[in-house]
């Protein structure tokens, strides 16, 4: 059982980029599948989560109204837009299995993807 991170990359700030998770089974169903970032000498902060089911969604302060989390059931896959990029949101992303939508409570993390946002 697996979540694969990728699409980070650089991108000059007012851009946009799209994360991709994709989660090597169904198990994660009954998951919130959640979005992590860390920067350099930062915490690992949350950044936004979807329900497999339902499709509830919670994102940070931080990002509303920027990123959006969507998700793709028939191809197991969640996605982060994230639009108008700041250099704040420089980091490492993660995706997560969550138990909860506020994902305290992490099951399974994927590898991480960088975001490098130019000024």
């Keep these: 059982v697996q979540l694969q ?3 980070g990359g650089l991108v000059q ?3 946009s980029l799209r994360l991709s998770c994709a989660a090597s089974a169904r198990t994660f169903s009954s998951y919130a ?3 992590f970032r860390q ?3 930062k915490e690992r902060e949350f950044v936004a989560a ?3 089911s339902g499709g509830s969604t919670l994102y940070a302060d931080s990002v509303k109204g ?3 989390i969507s998700r793709d059931n028939a191809k197991n896959t969640v996605h982060l837009q994230m639009n108008s990029l700041k250099a ?3 980091a490492v992303y993660y995706c997560a299995a969550a138990r909860e939508l506020t994902g305290t409570t992490v099951e399974y ?3 991480g993807t960088l975001v490098t946002v130019s000024s």
């Design 66 to 68: 920027r990123f959006t």
């Design 5 to 7: 991170a990728s699409g």
């Design 88 to 90: 704040e949101d420089a």
């Design 39 to 41: 920067a350099p000498g």
């Design 109 to 111: 993390w994927g590898q």
């Design 33 to 35: 599948m959640t979005w």
């Design 50 to 52: 979807i329900r497999w």
């Design 13 to 15: 700030a007012g851009g």
